[in-house]
């Protein structure tokens, strides 16, 4: 049985409303880990709600520039939301495993400084590094690379992986199993042009 849109699309507003609604206690107390937890997880709905408004029984690419947020903000939150748990958990530990009953405010800045490493930083690192085709990945590598040749890149490439040792044990019988070619100068690109 499936549901109609309508019912997707309000259930994701109710979600985000959720989330909005005890934030500023949250942040009052600066229960870091807490918020990022319900940040991510409010605009994750937020998210889902636009897309099933722009794109309700269509495919129709109304907005390209939001799509392509939308989808950045998708990976991120595939990240963001266990990094903001692994926010909470650290500071749980943290309670339990108290040494002092106090804590002063250069340790409680650091605690924070590190909640907010993990919670935005991964994820936002995430963003950053992840690439949505592989043509995009080689044009940012060939902008990376640009004073570079693409076939010095390949030979550079190549000469990395094939200075790899093989996954053998020392001492394990090699005769009784079938060997391969092993790589030599003569299967790597030559680099000059």
Not at 34 to 53: E, V
Not at 96 to 124: F, Q
């Amino acid at each position: 049985m499936t549901y109609p849109n309508e019912v997707f699309t309000a259930f994701a507003f109710i979600g985000f409303l959720m989330c909005a609604i005890p934030f500023p206690w949250h942040f009052e107390a600066w229960n870091t880990g807490t918020c990022l937890y319900m940040a991510w997880t409010g605009l994750a709905c937020l998210n889902q709600f636009i897309n099933s408004i722009i794109w309700h029984d269509n495919a129709i690419n109304w907005a390209p520039v939001w799509c392509d947020i939308s989808a950045k903000f998708i990976v991120g939150t595939a990240v963001a939301i266990p990094a903001a748990s692994l926010c909470i958990n650290r500071r749980l530990y943290h309670i339990a495993s108290v040494r002092s009953v106090t804590i002063t405010k250069a340790e409680k800045r650091r605690a924070i400084m590190v909640d907010l490493a993990i919670g935005l930083g991964l994820p936002v690192l995430e963003m950053i590094l992840r690439a949505s085709s592989p043509f995009e990945l080689s044009n940012l590598l060939l902008r990376v690379f640009q004073n570079t040749s693409p076939k010095a890149i390949a030979s550079t490439s190549s000469r990395i992986l094939a200075a790899i040792p093989s996954p053998t044990t020392p001492g394990s019988p090699t005769s009784s199993s079938p060997s391969l070619p092993s790589l030599s100068a003569s299967y790597l690109p030559s680099t000059r042009s």
